[in-house]
Protein backbone atom coordinates (compact mmCIF):
# COMPACT_ATOMS: atom_id res chain seq x y z
CA UNK A 1 0.00 0.00 0.00
CA UNK A 2 1.21 3.86 -0.56
CA UNK A 3 0.44 6.58 1.67
CA UNK A 4 1.68 10.01 1.37
CA UNK A 5 1.54 12.37 4.42
CA UNK A 6 1.12 16.01 4.77
CA UNK A 7 1.35 16.93 8.26
CA UNK A 8 1.03 20.72 7.79
CA UNK A 9 -2.39 21.45 6.90
CA UNK A 10 -1.66 25.17 6.78
CA UNK A 11 1.39 27.59 7.00
CA UNK A 12 0.82 31.04 7.06
CA UNK A 13 3.87 33.44 6.07
CA UNK A 14 5.07 36.37 5.58
CA UNK A 15 5.96 37.89 1.61
CA UNK A 16 9.65 36.97 1.56
CA UNK A 17 9.96 34.59 3.75
CA UNK A 18 11.16 31.22 3.05
CA UNK A 19 8.98 27.86 4.00
CA UNK A 20 9.06 24.25 3.73
CA UNK A 21 6.64 21.83 3.22
CA UNK A 22 6.48 19.07 4.55
CA UNK A 23 5.74 15.43 2.73
CA UNK A 24 6.80 11.79 3.78
CA UNK A 25 6.00 8.82 2.07
CA UNK A 26 5.47 5.28 2.50
CA UNK A 27 5.58 2.50 0.12
CA UNK A 28 6.97 -1.34 -0.25
CA UNK A 29 8.06 -0.68 -4.17
CA UNK A 30 12.30 0.08 -4.65
CA UNK A 31 11.32 1.84 -7.61
CA UNK A 32 8.63 4.43 -7.51
CA UNK A 33 7.75 8.09 -8.05
CA UNK A 34 7.20 11.09 -6.35
CA UNK A 35 5.53 14.29 -7.56
CA UNK A 36 4.61 17.95 -6.47
CA UNK A 37 0.99 19.77 -7.58
CA UNK A 38 0.15 22.80 -6.79
CA UNK A 39 -3.71 24.20 -6.77
CA UNK A 40 -4.01 28.13 -6.50
CA UNK A 41 -7.62 29.59 -5.60
CA UNK A 42 -8.47 29.22 -9.16
CA UNK A 43 -9.03 25.74 -8.28
CA UNK A 44 -6.86 23.81 -11.48
CA UNK A 45 -4.06 21.38 -10.48
CA UNK A 46 -0.52 22.40 -11.42
CA UNK A 47 2.58 20.06 -12.35
CA UNK A 48 5.75 20.89 -10.52
CA UNK A 49 8.03 18.49 -10.24
CA UNK A 50 8.73 14.91 -10.84
CA UNK A 51 11.71 12.70 -9.12
CA UNK A 52 12.54 8.69 -9.41
CA UNK A 53 13.27 6.75 -6.56
CA UNK A 54 16.88 6.88 -8.04
CA UNK A 55 17.85 10.15 -7.95
CA UNK A 56 18.04 12.13 -4.17
CA UNK A 57 19.84 14.89 -5.82
CA UNK A 58 18.00 17.82 -4.79
CA UNK A 59 16.60 20.18 -7.17
CA UNK A 60 16.02 23.80 -7.79
CA UNK A 61 14.47 25.64 -10.08
CA UNK A 62 14.11 29.42 -9.65
CA UNK A 63 12.56 30.41 -5.98
CA UNK A 64 11.46 26.67 -5.43
CA UNK A 65 13.64 23.37 -4.20
CA UNK A 66 12.96 19.83 -3.21
CA UNK A 67 14.81 17.76 -1.04
CA UNK A 68 14.88 14.37 -1.51
CA UNK A 69 15.71 12.33 1.02
CA UNK A 70 14.94 7.82 0.68
CA UNK A 71 16.65 7.69 4.53
CA UNK A 72 13.77 9.43 5.85
CA UNK A 73 11.03 9.16 3.13
CA UNK A 74 10.61 12.60 2.49
CA UNK A 75 10.83 14.58 -0.15
CA UNK A 76 10.14 18.28 1.14
CA UNK A 77 9.33 21.45 -1.20
CA UNK A 78 11.18 24.72 -0.17
CA UNK A 79 9.98 28.40 -1.52
CA UNK A 80 12.36 30.83 -1.01
CA UNK A 81 11.86 34.63 -0.78
CA UNK A 82 7.69 33.90 -0.72
CA UNK A 83 5.35 35.86 -2.57
CA UNK A 84 1.31 36.53 -2.64
CA UNK A 85 1.39 34.58 -5.85
CA UNK A 86 2.40 31.18 -4.23
CA UNK A 87 -0.57 31.04 -2.31
CA UNK A 88 -2.20 27.73 -2.97
CA UNK A 89 -2.68 24.36 -1.79
CA UNK A 90 0.16 22.41 -2.43
CA UNK A 91 -0.25 18.38 -3.06
CA UNK A 92 2.40 15.75 -2.64
CA UNK A 93 1.79 12.65 -4.52
CA UNK A 94 3.34 9.11 -4.97
CA UNK A 95 3.00 5.82 -7.31
CA UNK A 96 4.97 3.00 -7.19
CA UNK A 97 6.15 1.09 -9.85
CA UNK A 98 6.33 -2.76 -10.86
CA UNK A 99 8.10 -3.65 -14.14
CA UNK A 100 5.79 -4.59 -16.71
CA UNK A 101 2.75 -3.20 -14.37
CA UNK A 102 3.26 0.46 -14.26
CA UNK A 103 0.07 1.23 -16.15
CA UNK A 104 -2.11 -0.83 -13.30
CA UNK A 105 -0.44 1.99 -10.47
CA UNK A 106 -2.47 5.02 -9.18
CA UNK A 107 -1.24 8.43 -8.01
CA UNK A 108 -1.67 8.41 -4.23
CA UNK A 109 -2.44 12.40 -3.13
CA UNK A 110 -1.14 13.92 0.22
CA UNK A 111 -4.00 15.60 1.91
CA UNK A 112 -2.34 18.87 0.76
CA UNK A 113 -0.98 21.68 2.60
CA UNK A 114 -2.88 24.93 2.25
CA UNK A 115 0.08 27.93 2.32
CA UNK A 116 -1.42 31.54 2.56
CA UNK A 117 1.19 33.89 1.72
CA UNK A 118 0.26 37.61 3.54
CA UNK A 119 1.80 41.06 1.78
CA UNK B 1 -3.21 26.43 -19.67
CA UNK B 2 -2.75 22.49 -19.34
CA UNK B 3 -4.26 22.31 -22.59
CA UNK B 4 -7.11 19.74 -21.05
CA UNK B 5 -10.70 20.94 -21.36
CA UNK B 6 -13.22 20.09 -19.13
CA UNK B 7 -17.14 20.78 -19.84
CA UNK B 8 -19.27 21.97 -17.91
CA UNK B 9 -17.24 24.06 -15.30
CA UNK B 10 -20.46 23.92 -12.82
CA UNK B 11 -23.12 21.63 -12.50
CA UNK B 12 -26.25 21.60 -10.21
CA UNK B 13 -28.29 19.11 -10.40
CA UNK B 14 -30.79 16.69 -7.58
CA UNK B 15 -30.49 13.57 -5.87
CA UNK B 16 -31.15 10.37 -7.72
CA UNK B 17 -30.21 12.51 -11.40
CA UNK B 18 -27.59 11.29 -13.65
CA UNK B 19 -24.73 13.48 -15.39
CA UNK B 20 -22.28 13.19 -17.68
CA UNK B 21 -18.84 14.96 -17.70
CA UNK B 22 -16.50 15.27 -20.76
CA UNK B 23 -13.05 15.91 -21.40
CA UNK B 24 -10.35 16.48 -24.12
CA UNK B 25 -6.80 15.68 -23.30
CA UNK B 26 -3.93 18.00 -24.26
CA UNK B 27 -3.01 17.54 -27.90
CA UNK B 28 -1.34 14.26 -28.39
CA UNK B 29 -2.18 12.40 -24.57
CA UNK B 30 -3.42 9.25 -25.14
CA UNK B 31 -4.12 8.44 -21.17
CA UNK B 32 -6.92 10.29 -19.52
CA UNK B 33 -7.71 9.89 -15.93
CA UNK B 34 -10.50 10.88 -14.16
CA UNK B 35 -10.28 11.89 -10.42
CA UNK B 36 -12.35 12.97 -7.70
CA UNK B 37 -11.60 15.92 -5.35
CA UNK B 38 -13.86 16.14 -1.96
CA UNK B 39 -13.43 17.77 1.79
CA UNK B 40 -13.55 14.41 3.36
CA UNK B 41 -11.90 12.37 0.81
CA UNK B 42 -9.35 14.55 -0.65
CA UNK B 43 -7.90 13.80 -3.97
CA UNK B 44 -9.14 10.48 -5.05
CA UNK B 45 -8.40 8.14 -8.39
CA UNK B 46 -11.20 6.90 -10.03
CA UNK B 47 -10.61 5.73 -13.54
CA UNK B 48 -7.76 5.68 -16.51
CA UNK B 49 -8.22 4.91 -20.20
CA UNK B 50 -4.92 4.71 -22.43
CA UNK B 51 -5.96 4.42 -26.20
CA UNK B 52 -9.84 3.95 -25.67
CA UNK B 53 -9.29 0.70 -23.14
CA UNK B 54 -9.17 0.97 -19.35
CA UNK B 55 -6.45 0.87 -17.96
CA UNK B 56 -6.66 1.49 -14.25
CA UNK B 57 -9.31 1.03 -11.69
CA UNK B 58 -9.91 3.33 -8.75
CA UNK B 59 -12.16 3.46 -5.92
CA UNK B 60 -14.74 4.46 -8.13
CA UNK B 61 -18.34 3.19 -7.41
CA UNK B 62 -20.78 0.92 -9.36
CA UNK B 63 -22.88 4.11 -9.97
CA UNK B 64 -20.02 5.84 -11.84
CA UNK B 65 -18.78 5.18 -15.22
CA UNK B 66 -16.02 6.18 -18.01
CA UNK B 67 -15.58 5.66 -21.44
CA UNK B 68 -12.71 7.00 -23.84
CA UNK B 69 -13.56 7.82 -27.35
CA UNK B 70 -11.96 6.78 -30.68
CA UNK B 71 -10.90 11.06 -30.86
CA UNK B 72 -9.45 10.58 -27.35
CA UNK B 73 -11.78 12.59 -25.68
CA UNK B 74 -13.57 11.20 -22.67
CA UNK B 75 -17.07 11.11 -20.69
CA UNK B 76 -17.46 10.58 -16.94
CA UNK B 77 -21.12 9.37 -16.30
CA UNK B 78 -22.34 9.15 -12.50
CA UNK B 79 -25.87 8.00 -12.00
CA UNK B 80 -28.48 7.93 -8.74
CA UNK B 81 -26.73 10.69 -7.54
CA UNK B 82 -26.70 11.17 -3.98
CA UNK B 83 -25.67 14.25 -1.75
CA UNK B 84 -22.09 12.68 -1.21
CA UNK B 85 -21.12 13.16 -5.21
CA UNK B 86 -20.68 16.84 -4.47
CA UNK B 87 -16.99 17.63 -5.29
CA UNK B 88 -14.90 18.59 -8.06
CA UNK B 89 -14.46 16.28 -10.51
CA UNK B 90 -10.54 16.55 -12.26
CA UNK B 91 -9.58 14.99 -15.41
CA UNK B 92 -6.12 14.66 -16.59
CA UNK B 93 -3.78 13.53 -19.65
CA UNK B 94 -0.29 12.32 -19.86
CA UNK B 95 1.27 11.14 -23.13
CA UNK B 96 2.03 7.42 -22.19
CA UNK B 97 0.07 4.47 -20.37
CA UNK B 98 2.07 4.97 -17.03
CA UNK B 99 0.94 6.76 -13.92
CA UNK B 100 4.73 7.55 -13.08
CA UNK B 101 4.53 10.62 -16.50
CA UNK B 102 3.42 14.16 -15.21
CA UNK B 103 -0.08 14.06 -15.18
CA UNK B 104 -1.94 17.83 -16.52
CA UNK B 105 -4.92 18.92 -15.55
CA UNK B 106 -8.17 20.28 -16.44
CA UNK B 107 -9.96 23.33 -14.44
CA UNK B 108 -12.52 20.73 -13.51
CA UNK B 109 -15.96 20.45 -12.99
CA UNK B 110 -17.41 21.65 -10.21
CA UNK B 111 -20.70 19.18 -9.05
CA UNK B 112 -23.08 20.01 -6.46
CA UNK B 113 -26.49 18.03 -5.51
CA UNK B 114 -29.11 19.49 -3.99
Known amino acids: AQKVTQAQTEISVVEKEDVTLDCVYETRDTTYYLFWYKQPPSGELVFLIRRNSFDEQNEISGRYSWNFQKSTSSFNFTITASQVVDSAVYFCALVGAVWGDTGRRALTFGSGTRLQVQP | DSGVTQTPKHLITATGQRVTLRCSPRSGDLSVYWYQQSLDQGLQFLIQYYNGEERAKGNILERFSAQQFPDLHSELNLSSLELGDSALYFC?????????????FGDGTRLSIL
Open chain 2, 92 to 104: ASSVGGNSNQPQH
